[in-house]
């Protein structure tokens, strides 16, 4: 069993983007599912479907002929042992607006540009470029 399921969640989506990966399956939480819907909305994976296992089955997305993954990096900044919490005025940019942050904020899981929009912060959970 795993303590970090969002942890998890990054480190087996980053493993299927280092050996090119078509799918990679999950285990399916309310977590996970919120972070593939954000990284589908956003356009870092193609898609994402329930298995019949209660696993999440994630498709990964590649761009150019030499499929280069359009996920870069993935890091988790909030941990277990150190949460990391912003107000709306003082969330981060990542690499000048190319990438994006995940948070969890009293009104479910948001990207960086949502929450500042609505004027809301949260925990930074990660980032995404």
Do not use: H
Not at 47 to 53: A, E, H, P, V
Not at 65 to 92: A, E, F
């Amino acid at each position: 069993m795993v303590n970090d399921t969002i942890s998890d969640v990054l480190t087996r989506i980053r493993n299927g983007c280092l050996i090119q990966s078509q799918a990679v399956s999950i285990p399916l939480t309310r977590y996970g599912q919120e972070i593939c819907q954000t990284l589908e909305k956003e356009g870092y994976i193609d898609s994402f479907q329930r298995d019949s296992k209660n696993e999440l089955i994630v498709k990964l997305k590649y761009k150019g002929p030499d499929k280069k993954s359009c996920i870069t990096n993935l890091r988790r900044i909030s941990k277990p042992g150190l949460r990391v919490y912003t107000r709306n005025k003082q969330i981060p940019t990542v690499l000048g607006g190319m990438g994006i942050l995940i948070l969890s904020t009293s009104q479910g899981i948001m990207t960086d540009r949502e929450a500042r929009f609505r004027g809301i912060g949260g925990e930074i959970l990660c980032s995404i470029w």
